[in-house]
Every structure is written in structure tokens, then in C-alpha cells.
């Protein structure tokens, strides 16, 4: 590959993962079997367009399977929305450009929920901060945080440098977190992640978390790693009992005492939601969103707004996949919601929409209220007021418009 002989782009993108590789001290690469890379125009740019044009060209194809992000447009309300026209021309550039290097452009943040679920051990090169923790912690494969040009080096040359969460050294326990607080929704799952992840800043930092008396969800398990990520830049987490490489406390710490132990109770968890300031009590906007959601997730809200309609000044908005989408409008599901006033948006986060910050000007938002622990700290960079509550409350808040 170094020598030109698998083509100039497969060259160039070896020799970005040789100098990540020196940089981060691996001594060797893995080789991958799955890709997950961000591939949109608002996190790539012109820069990246222009890359990819160039790359696509070269006629390569993908050496591994490779999936893409949630994007930053859902093409049938990018005008409702007043999107840039010539940046919605520039993803549609970029899709096309992925799918003829063979990029399955699914534009999902969940892929582990829809697309591939990765078994014990199985080295990857994923993006997006939730998928990853989910892939190190839940399935007990091994990736690393890539960025989107070094996602898409591993998809040319089927392989990523071993640092990291590659390698067993980097997977032990380093912090104990003692649970005693219930947690019955998939918010109160995501305040554990604030309460561990944000006095606990560290990529290399792995919380173990024991004592919870019950068998987690998939949409559970998904809130507490995305709210890790996001607060703490965490990659990887156990759970005692639950994830595979956690059997005991002892075997999740690698035989080693935890270097700190923390405790999580129901004051902590309640201290949280007490923690947002509610400001005038207006309820501009509620978004179930980041990651998007799953069709039980969906199916949930469904329930929750049975009857009712969103207030007529709460913007409502949930975000999902493609494949998701499609099976809740066959089950009737996103009818029931788009009745009661929810705008589903496809193959987004909302987080990621292009001139999201216009948006919220335009539409006079200013707080948002979500279940989501990840979007309400994400979301702060556009100049929102974020309010987190449970997921009923926040269906109570979007009927009543007002924050509880």
C-alpha cells in the first residue's frame, strides 16, 4: 500500500494511519472487519467535499463494509426548515460521492441498534462518540474515537493502529460508581452519565458501574454511554453482571483497586433535574433526539401523546433513522405521532442540522426540553436553554407548553 500498488488514495490513507499509529505509540495495526464514519457537509466542509471528489475519482472502493452518520439534513423539510439550498446540493454531492466509493449511506447514529452489532473482541473503526462506547462497552468489541478522515482510511485499507481501547490495558476499570438511585427512564439513565462523566473528564477514564438491581435496555444502555461520551469524553464503560468483560468488580478492574470510588443515590439523580434553570417557564421546543431513536422509543411516545396534540407554541421534533422510520410508518406509529403534532425528521440528529443556530433565531426558541442528557449538553453551542426531564414529562411539558 505504501509502494502505490492498491492506488494513490489507498497510499495516502496508509500514510495517515502510520503517523496516527507513531503519534499515539502503536506498535502494530489490527486489522478492522466494520467501518461507521461521519460523512455531511457541515462537519466536512468545502475542504472535505473537495477531498472526497478527489478520492471518488480515483475509482477505489471501500476494502470493509462501511456505514455512515446521521447527517445534517433530512431533504424533505430542509425547506421548511429555510436550509441553506446550496449546501442541501453539497450533501447530496457527498452521497453520491460515498456511494460510489461503496459507503452504505444508511445516516444513522444507532447503527449498533439496526445495522451491525459487532461481537466480543472484534476490532472496528467507528465514529460518533455514542456508537463507539456502545461498541467498547455493551458488545465488547474494540474502537477507538475516529475522526472522519481516519474512519475512512480504515475503510480503504481494512485496518487502524492498535492504541487504545484496542488494547486490554486500556479496558480495565479505572472508577468505581456505587448505584443505589432507581432508574426507571431513559433520562434518569442519562443523568447518571452527567453525574459520573462530567467531574470525570478523561478519554481514558472507564467508570464500573455496581449495584444496579436490574437488567438494562438497550435505549438505557444507549442514554448512559452517549451521556458518558458527551460530558466525560469517555469510550467505554462496565456494568457488573451485564456488560462481558464485567463479571465481577474484581475482573472489571483487571484484579486492580478502583483509583477512586463515587457514590450515585437519589438525591444525586434528583439534583440534576433540579440543576437546569426553567427561565420564563415557556416551552419552546421539545426534541427527542441524540441519538435518534429507536422504534420501541417511538412506539413509547406514540403512547405518551395518545390523543393529545403538542401545544400550539411548542415546536416538537424526533429524530430517527431511515430503516426505523420505514417500519413506523408501516406500524402506524409515526402517523399517530405527526397527529399529535411531532415533525419526525430522517437520517438526522437534530444537534447536526445545518444552521441550526439560525433556526433558533428564527423561530424564537429558547428553551428546549428533552429526555436526551447528551442533546441538552451538545445542543448549549447553538445558545439554547436546555432543560432535562422524563420522557413523560417532557410529552406533558409539549402539551401544556410549559416547563413542569
Partial sequence: MCAGESGDAVRRAIEQQIK??????????????????MGDIEVMGNAGLRFLRDVSADHVSCARPTTTNARCFDFAHAAELRQDAQEVEKEHQIIDCLQRMNVTTVDTCINYQTIYQPHFGEHVAWGDTGTVIYANSVFGARSNFESGPAAFAASLTGRTPAYGFHLDDCRRGTLLVEVTAPLNDIADWG????????????????????GIGQTPTSDQLKHLGCSLASYGSMAMYHMVGVTPEASSVDRAFGGQPPAKTMKVGSAELESVYRGYDTGDGAASLVVFSGPQLSLLELQTLARLFDGRRSHPRTSVFATTSHAILADARRLGVAAALEAAGVTILEGVCFYLLQRLSEI?????????????AKIVNTITAHRFNTILRRTEECVEIAVSGRVA
Fill in 360 to 372: 433558533r433565531r428564527e423561530n424564537g426558541w429558547t428553551n428546549l426540553i428533552s429526555n436526551s
Fill in 191 to 210: 443523568a447518571l452519565g452527567k453525574l459520573v462523566g462530567q467531574p470525570n473528564q478523561d478519554y481514558f477514564a472507564v467508570p464500573v458501574f455496581a
Fill in 20 to 37: 496516527v499509529g507513531e503519534f499515539f505509540g502503536a506498535e502494530r495495526f489490527v486489522p478492522v472487519t466494520n467501518v461507521h464514519m
